[in-house]
């Protein structure tokens, strides 16, 4: 919070009513210059001291972004002057302002000119800061430096160039050429130098049994200190660092035989994407999760006793978070005999990147368009990667009809993808056409865990109105995220769109099952003619009816190398049938052996056994497909 309100201190860019003092006429040079250069992360403060300053001389400051979205703010106050207390003053004297109504943003400009001696957000005309002081007084000062608050409310970050002279106002004019002078000193005591200090706990478990953290960018000279034990499970940890061509450089407890898990490492040169993997000793494969608390740190040997507190730099790079949306737009076709979806989907990414940050004056705008080839020329130019995926059901190609990438100031970055390609779908047919298909689409990121996890994009993921499905009823979707091991080996992020369908049973019900009952009963209704000759002719017809009637259905329904509940119905009407057939021979033989009594006792059973005969076999088929377990 205190951070915070410092920012609010230095200034926003939306707060007018201060400007640097005016600047002198420009000359001839005469007087120490010097030009520091840094970087701001968000929410960090940078504070540098200037000593033995003499009353009357005039400081000119100029801050300007190097890289990401900096915006720059400066500020000058006394040199005794406790950071912390002031904090704590500015914060509950604007807590007061408040609380009596006045307006925060016309209470921040007001306390700031109490506050400070002199602060400047864009003195020069654009995001740079360009600050002008008269030096009431001999002795110390401190200038602090940060980032203001971007229009989104985020804080800006990035690399700086901070330029100050005394009595040199070509500064300001961006003219003046440092000099051999010191003016101003970082303080180290309130502003570490590459020091940092990240504590990270995680899970390893028998399907995966190592993880790793990839190293932010370190300097020659920097120390890196690790610290690992084991929270809960079966985990013997070690250690293995590794560099960018995963070369081994240092390891700890590979053998087992540490009862404290610490590295320690001295960067000889400048490095980046350097490793640090975390696995279990020996070979030895995992019994059941086991849970770790890692302590990394950078020139701060302190996390070698197990016990810090984390702040400071940033020293490993976090998985990223990966907002994922799909939306099924339209289903073009189903070819239900071989499993395939045809469709046409929109997929969206949300994820931020600093390494894609740009300051907006270079284009005096927030955000850049760009298409899927500008895109990857920004990758190439960045070294960046982004998380590229694939649809693990996809079959064939992705026909993309757009690709649109819209990456802002400040690094988030939007993808959007709408395409059309063919799913495969594992349908189950058993209880067809009463059955409800699930629909599984997985998308599997191509980069390990460690670098992105995937998370649902709620406000897009969906099934559209408008999907032109006519045979299945979709109804609501589900989604799912977890961590696999995918064909090509890594230990990656799955996110599981997923919808169950029913089917419009109207055509069924019409073009099937009606026909069918009325078959039944053509041949129910036989049973109660006494001419048993003309009971095998129509019995005959209807099979002969049964038999074509089956035939025009067999396009209509995949052909399987199991029954489905339909296929049992039409072979028990063809037994039945078939035994209809026979069962009016044999009464018709009876009749003429002159049984024609036992015939007819016979069949004034059967006229009510054929129906409950039916009604039991479907029971029977309906507990065998639908409730068995």
Known sequence: MRKWVILLVLGLALLPGLRPLAAQEAGEQDGPVQVLHGRIEPGQIILYKLPDLRQGQRLYVTMQTQSGNLDPIVGLVHGDVDPEALEADFEEALTRAVTQGEDPFTAVNRLRNEYFLAWDDD????????????????????????GSFSALGGSTFGDYELTMGLDVPLVLLGEAAPTNDSIAFLDTAVTPVNAGVEEITGTLSPDNSETFVELNPVKAGDTLYVYIE??????????????FAQKPLRSNNLNGDAGKVTLEYTFPT??????LYILNCCGEELTSPSEYRLLVSLNDPVVLSGAADPGGKNVVREPEEVKIGFKLEQMIDMDQQREILSAVIGLRLEWHDPTLAFNPETCRCNFKTLTKPEFDALLLEKDAIWPDFTILNQQGPRWAQNKLIVV???GDVIYFERFTTDLQVDFDFAQFPF????FILHVDSIYPAEYYIFSNLEDFTQISPDNGEDEFILSDHETQVSNVTTSAGTYSSRFTFSFSAPRHLDYYMFRIFVPVLLIILVSWVTFFLKDYRHRIEIASANLLLFIAFSFSLADNYPRLGYMTFLDAIMAIMFVVNSLVIVYNVWLKRLEM????????????????AYPILYLVLLAGLIWWYFYRV
């Not at 654009?126 to 430096?145: F, H, N, Q, S, W």
Request: net charge negative; glycine share 8%; aromatic share 4%.
């Open 123 to 146: 003195g020069s005309g654009g995001l740079a800061a360009a600050l002008e002081a008269v030096i009431p007084e001999d002795g110390d000062y401190r200038l602090m430096a940060a």
């Open 230 to 243: 084991t929270v809960s499970g079966d985990l013997n940890p070690a250690l293995l660092l590794t560099n």
């Open 435 to 438: 059955d409800t298909q699930s």
């Open 408 to 410: 802002s100031s400040s």
């Open 593 to 608: 052996n002159e049984e024609g009594e036992k015939a007819d006792r016979i069949d004034s059973i059967m006229d009510w």
């Open 270 to 275: 400048d490095a980046e994407k350097y490793r």
